[in-house]
């Protein structure tokens, strides 16, 4: 326990720590102090989350059944929370939470492989199929908003807004059913989730103004098209319809002008 109080106070106070920095702080300060201290005294910390390292905190949250902040009256800590400040802890390579975002066990080795190549030299896309674990993928979109830059942060996670998969919240009430897009469109949108004040994300429209970022294509453009290529095709079908019946109408009307004049 005296070692677990140390390295807990190595992270926490700024006169000891001497680790990797994200925009300039101690990573664990992006929690607010309030949170850190209810983390830190949490049976599940304490428990599950001393000395665990990237893989096996990968293995841990591969466990999780909900995502959530606090809850409670005494606002206790989720472990989703908890082992997101465990990562603050650990602050992983980029490639090792891009893992995360996509870990499955039946990933062919050659493919998975293919894959990582393909985002270290910037060809690709850094999503590949879901993964079984969604909650691992949560955890990792959620340390993703709160540590990678703007940019990265909109090209890794909006991919992922085509993620439809139900996830389970704990609130402070109790449980609520939300899905992985409406997640991943809280943290690019709003600025507190999960119990957590995010930093300010500038606008889309700003860096693809800055040029920093492609425009983006809506994931509904494609159906849009579709729709209205079959809303043209139906319009042209009533247009051909009414104009054979106004033909009809017009030769009905024109024949018996031409009996009257052979007679």
Known sequence: MATHKADEKALLDDRGYSGPLVRGQNPAHLFEKAVRDRIVESYYWKEQCFGLNAAT????????????????????????????????????????????????????????????????????????????????????AFYIRLTWDAVDIYQTLEPLLADYRKLKRRTKEGFVLTHMDDFIDDLLTKDRVCSTSLWKLPSRDALEDLEKLEPRVSLLEGELEELEEAEENRTGRRTDSAESRDFGNGHTSVSPTRSESSG
């Open 57 to 140: 905190l990968c293995d841990r949250a591969a466990e999780l059944t909900f995502i959530g902040g606090t809850y409670g009256v005494m606002g206790k800590p989720t472990p989703f929370l908890c082992l997101a400040f465990k990562l603050l802890h650990l602050v992983p390579e980029k490639e090792v939470i891009l893992e995360y975002l996509n870990f499955r066990d039946d990933t062919d080795e050659e493919d998975a492989e293919d894959d990582s190549a393909k985002r270290l030299n910037g060809s690709g896309t850094s999503v590949r199929r879901p993964g079984e674990f969604k909650y691992l993928r949560a955890l990792a």
